[in-house]
C-alpha cells in the first residue's frame, strides 16, 4: 500500500512540475493573432457561449402556398361591356375600392352602369377583362388573393412524423429570401401520405405582412420534435475541423485579436446550433462568422504570441508566452555573449538543450531507484 501512494506522490510531482510548461506550449500552437485589419479581412463575429433551451429537429422541404379560402373571384351580376378599369394585375386593393366599371345592356343614353367592387383586401393576381370587353354574369373578371398570412407545405419523412402534433413549431427558411428564418405552427396534416416519396404534408401557417413570400417558393423546415433546457449551444458555424478532432475559437482572454484555438466534444445538432458536452464554458467569446478562415491564418507572418504579451504587459516573456524566469533571462543572456563571441562555445543553444535532456533522464532514473529502494524497505518491513 505504501508502494502505491509513494508512486501516485512521484508521478503526481512529475506532472506539477511539467504542466506549466505543457500549458505555455498548447497555449503558443494553438493562438491566432491578427492586427486591426486582420479583424477586418475576415469579418470576424463573436457569440457568447450560453446556456439555452434546445431543439431537437427533423429536416424537410417543401413549398409555400396560398390559404384557399382566402382567394376570391370578380364577377358581375349582370351582363354589360367593361367601360372603365382602376387595378391592374399586381395591384394592392381594399375591400369595397371600385376596381372596374360595367356599362349594362339596359336602354338609355348613355346605358346605366355599375361599380364592381372589391370583395376583400388582397393582390390582383390575375385579371381576365381589358376595356370595351363584353361580360356576362358567369365570367370571373379577377382573382384577389389576401396573403397576408401563408401556408408553407412541408413534405415530413413518414417515420419522423409520430413526433409532430398539431401546433408543434418549426423554423422555416425561404431560400428566396436569404437567411431570414419564419417561425409557424402546425395548422393540420394532409390528407394522403405521398407512396413514392415517403412522406406526409404538414400544413404550417406563417405570416406575410410584407408579402414577400410567394406561391410555389422553395422552403426548408426545421421540425422541432423535442426541446431541452440548459444546454450550451454554439451556432453551427463556430465549429470546424474534421469530424474526429472538432475545435472552436474562442477570444485570448487577456490580449486583443487573440483567438485560441479549443478543441470540443459536440453533442446533437439542429439548423441552427450544436451541442457542446465539453471544452467550452459559460460566457466564452465563441467567433462565428470568420472561424473557418481562421484555421488557415496567421502561419507566422502576424505578430507572435510572445511580442502580444510583451506588449500588453509591459515586461519580456518567452516564445511560447510563458513568464520568463530568473534562469530564463540568465540563459539568454548566455546565448547573447554566445553570438557575440564573448564565450568560446559557440553553440549555447544546443548545450542547453542537450542539459535539459539529461537533467530530466537523471530526475526520471532517480525517481526509479527511489521507488524501488521504498518498495525493498516496505517488504523487509513485512
Not at 388582397?122 to 370587353?133: A, E, W
Request: aromatic share 6%.
Amino acid at each position: 500500500m505504501n508502494t502505491f501512494y509513494t508512486k501516485a506522490a512521484c508521478w503526481a510531482g512529475a506532472l506539477i512540475s511539467f504542466f506549466p510548461l505543457l500549458q505555455a506550449s498548447n497555449r503558443a500552437a494553438n493562438t491566432v493573432i491578427l492586427d486591426e485589419s486582420g479583424v477586418r479581412n475576415l469579418r470576424i463575429l463573436t457569440e457568447e457561449a450560453d446556456y439555452r433551451n434546445f431543439s431537437t429537429t427533423v429536416f424537410a422541404i417543401g413549398r409555400i402556398e396560398e390559404l384557399p379560402s382566402h382567394r376570391a373571384v370578380l364577377s358581375t351580376r349582370v351582363a354589360g361591356r367593361v367601360k372603365a378599369i382602376h387595378f391592374f394585375e399586381g395591384d394592392y386593393v381594399k375591400k369595397g375600392e371600385v376596381v372596374a366599371r360595367i356599362e349594362t345592356r339596359q336602354l338609355g343614353d348613355p346605358p346605366p352602369a355599375i361599380d364592381l367592387l372589391a370583395p376583400q383586401d388582397g393582390l390582383v393576381v390575375t385579371s381576365h377583362i381589358r376595356l370595351g370587353q363584353p361580360v356576362e354574369p358567369d365570367s370571373e373578371l379577377m382573382d384577389i388573393s389576401d396573403r397576408s398570412v401563408m401556408w408553407a407545405v412541408a413534405r415530413i419523412p413518414e417515420q419522423e412524423a409520430a413526433g409532430v402534433a398539431v401546433g408543434s413549431k418549426a423554423h422555416i427558411r425561404v431560400p428566396a429570401l436569404g437567411d431570414m428564418m419564419i417561425e409557424g405552427r402546425l395548422k393540420r396534416f394532409g390528407v394522403n401520405a405521398d407512396r413514392e416519396s415517403g412522406t406526409v404534408e404538414g400544413i404550417f401557417e406563417i405570416p406575410n405582412s410584407e408579402g414577400r413570400l410567394r406561391p410555389g417558393m422553395r422552403a426548408e423546415f426545421s421540425v422541432v420534435l423535442q426541446e431541452r433546457e440548459d444546454v450550451i449551444a454554439v451556432p453551427r458555424e463556430a465549429v470546424q475541423g474534421d469530424p474526429s478532432n472538432r475545435v472552436v475559437f474562442v477570444t485570448d482572454f487577456d490580449l486583443d485579436n487573440a483567438f485560441v484555438r479549443v478543441p470540443v466534444i459536440l453533442g446533437e445538432s439542429n439548423d441552427r446550433y450544436v451541442e457542446v458536452t465539453s471544452g467550452l464554458f459559460p460566457g466564452d467569446e465563441v467567433v462565428t462568422r470568420g472561424a473557418y478562415s481562421l484555421m488557415f491564418a496567421g502561419g507566422g507572418a502576424g505578430i507572435s504570441l510572445k511580442e502580444a504579451l510583451d506588449a500588453a504587459h509591459g515586461h519580456e516573456h518567452n516564445e511560447d508566452g510563458s513568464e520568463m524566469t530568473d534562469a530564463d533571462r540568465a540563459r539568454k543572456a548566455a546565448e547573447a555573449r554566445a553570438a557575440r563571441g564573448d564565450v568560446p562555445n559557440a553553440e549555447p543553444a544546443k548545450t542547453s538543450k542537450f542539459l535539459m535532456v539529461y537533467a530530466a533522464l537523471i530526475t526520471l532514473v532517480s525517481i526509479i531507484l527511489w521507488q524501488r529502494l521504498l518498495q525493498r524497505k516496505t517488504e523487509g518491513a513485512a
